[in-house]
């Protein structure tokens, strides 16, 4: 089954989506292949990564600067070859909880690549960008470009590599987050919608209110709130106007997904 595009989520303005953050990353580890499968199977309508490079250039998904808490290997993506960096078990983290010994057996680092391979078109993609040169971005941008992924994923990234994207490849969509606490600044938002052309919008949970998403409605933009992993928390941020979440628990919040408002 295909998954929406971007186009088909930001229209249904009554659907309320789910992003699963780091794929379905409480149950299983956190960016890995594994986990972003999982989060297709449970529903979720977008699956949530984190890109950085190697030492040869290739961009892999990892949150952290160092792999030192995911896996059983220390140091920089960046002072790692591939080859190196799939020697090591990338199942240390799970449940909150850092592990003596890996939590699965044969979970290794997977590449943009793979996950373009793999999910392009049954799931829709919020690529968060930690690239620190832009030879890693130009990469990154190429392998969007292969996969033609415009209207299937966004990249979520700070002004400044927005600004360098766009020169890059203009049409690749953004989130563009601003601080922790001022995302949900009245003139960032503007901002968002107005210089960077958002659809979507990222703002956190405990800064955002009914004013930030009757906010966001009348920009024309979608809020997914970072985040939710409770369903009362979901239910709650829907009354209050969101119209998504980003979640650790992807099952959990599939199966209790709001229903449709009635007009």
Same mark, same amino acid.
């Given at each position: 089954?295909?998954?929406?595009?971007?186009?088909?989520?930001?229209?249904?303005?009554?659907?309320?989506?789910?992003?699963?953050?780091?794929?379905?990353?409480?149950?299983?580890?956190?960016?890995?292949?594994?986990?972003?499968?999982?989060?297709?199977?449970?529903?979720?309508?977008?699956?949530?990564?984190?890109?950085?490079?190697?030492?040869?250039?290739?961009?892999?998904?990892?949150?952290?600067?160092?792999?030192?808490?995911?896996?059983?290997?220390?140091?920089?993506?960046?002072?790692?070859?591939?080859?190196?960096?799939?020697?090591?078990?990338?199942?240390?983290?799970?449940?909150?909880?850092?592990?003596?010994?890996?939590?699965?057996?044969?979970?290794?680092?997977?590449?943009?690549?793979?996950?373009?391979?793999?999910?392009?078109?049954?799931?829709?993609?919020?690529?968060?960008?930690?690239?620190?040169?832009?030879?890693?971005?130009?990469?990154i941008c190429r392998l969007f470009r292969v996969f033609d992924m415009y209207d299937h994923g966004y990249f979520t990234v700070?002004?400044?590599?927005?600004?360098?994207?766009?020169?890059?490849?203009?049409?690749?969509?953004?989130?563009?987050?601003?601080?922790?606490?001022?995302? /949900?600044?009245? $003139?960032?938002? %503007? #901002?968002? !919608? &107005?210089?960077?052309?958002?659809?979507? +919008?990222?703002?956190?949970?405990?800064? /955002?209110?009914? $004013?930030?998403? %009757? #906010?966001? !409605? &009348?920009?024309?933009?979608?809020?997914? +709130?970072?985040?939710?992993?409770?369903?009362?928390?979901?239910?709650?941020? %829907?009354?209050?106007?969101?119209?998504?979440?980003?979640?650790?628990?992807?099952?959990?919040?599939?199966?209790?997904?709001?229903?449709?408002?009635?007009?």
């Amino acid at each position: 089954m295909n998954g929406r595009t971007l186009s088909d989520l930001y229209r249904d303005h009554d659907y309320f989506m789910i992003t699963a953050h780091r794929g379905a990353s409480f149950e299983f580890p956190e960016n890995t292949a594994l986990a972003m499968r999982k989060a297709v199977e449970a529903g979720a309508d977008m699956i949530e990564f984190d890109l950085r490079g190697t030492a040869d250039g290739v961009p892999v998904l990892l949150h952290d600067e160092t792999i030192d808490r995911t896996s059983d290997g220390h140091g920089m993506p960046e002072d790692l070859l591939l080859s190196e960096l799939r020697k090591f078990r990338f199942s240390f983290w799970l449940q909150g909880m850092r592990r003596d010994e890996p939590a699965m057996e044969d979970v290794t680092i997977p590449t943009f690549e793979e996950i373009l391979s793999e999910f392009r078109g049954k799931v829709a993609m919020n690529i968060q960008v930690y690239a620190k040169n832009e030879a890693l971005l130009k990469e990154i941008c190429r392998l969007f470009r292969v996969f033609d992924m415009y209207d299937h994923g966004y990249f979520t990234v700070t002004p400044d590599q927005a600004d360098v994207v766009r020169k890059l490849d203009p049409d690749i969509e953004f989130c563009v987050t601003e601080g922790w606490e001022t995302r /949900s600044d009245p $003139e960032v938002l %503007r #901002r968002a !919608r &107005e210089k960077y052309g958002c659809r979507f +919008v990222q703002p956190v949970r405990d800064f /955002s209110g009914g $004013e930030t998403f %009757r #906010r966001i !409605r &009348e920009l024309d933009m979608r809020a997914n +709130v970072f985040f939710a992993d409770e369903p009362e928390q979901m239910q709650e941020l %829907r009354a209050m106007g969101a119209q998504g979440i980003l979640t650790n628990r992807a099952y959990r919040m599939c199966t209790n997904r709001p229903a449709p408002q009635k007009p």
